[in-house]
């Protein structure tokens, strides 16, 4: 099993800037990702961003400049630095933990970014 605990969000105005965290804990995958998604009300959740344990990163077009992904190994922490933020980036944002070699993945519990105009 995996645990992975968010934090780092919150309320704030549009243009503005929040940085998100997640750390994983317990049975790790030697070749693994971690990443973000997001859900809003009424939609299905969607891949922000994620990065590999050896760095390499992926991000949807919606916030690719704005967004930032980022991982401390060490730490087994993943970082996910908004900048910009629109209104529409308003969403339920989880942590995503999976391993490069099977089908495992673990979801963090979320954690509510909300953008005001």
């Known amino acids: 099993q995996v645990q992975l605990v968010e934090s780092g969000g919150g309320l704030v105005q549009a243009g503005r800037s929040l940085r998100l965290s997640c750390a994983a804990s317990?049975?790790?995958?030697?070749?693994?990702?971690m990443g973000w998604y997001r859900q809003a009300p009424g939609n299905q959740r969607e891949f922000v961003a994620d990065?590999?344990?050896?760095?390499?990163?992926n991000y949807a077009d919606s916030v690719k400049g704005r967004f930032t992904i980022s991982r401390d190994n060490a730490k087994n922490t993943v970082y996910l630095q908004m900048n910009s933020l629109k209104p529409e980036d308003t969403a339920v944002y989880y942590c995503?933990?999976?391993?490069?070699?099977?089908?495992?993945?673990?979801w963090g519990q979320g954690t509510q970014v909300t953008v005001s105009s």
């Open positions: 990065i590999s344990n050896r760095g390499t990163t």
């Open positions: 995503n933990y999976r391993s490069l070699l099977s089908s495992l993945n673990y």
């Open positions: 317990g049975s790790l995958f030697s070749l693994n990702a």
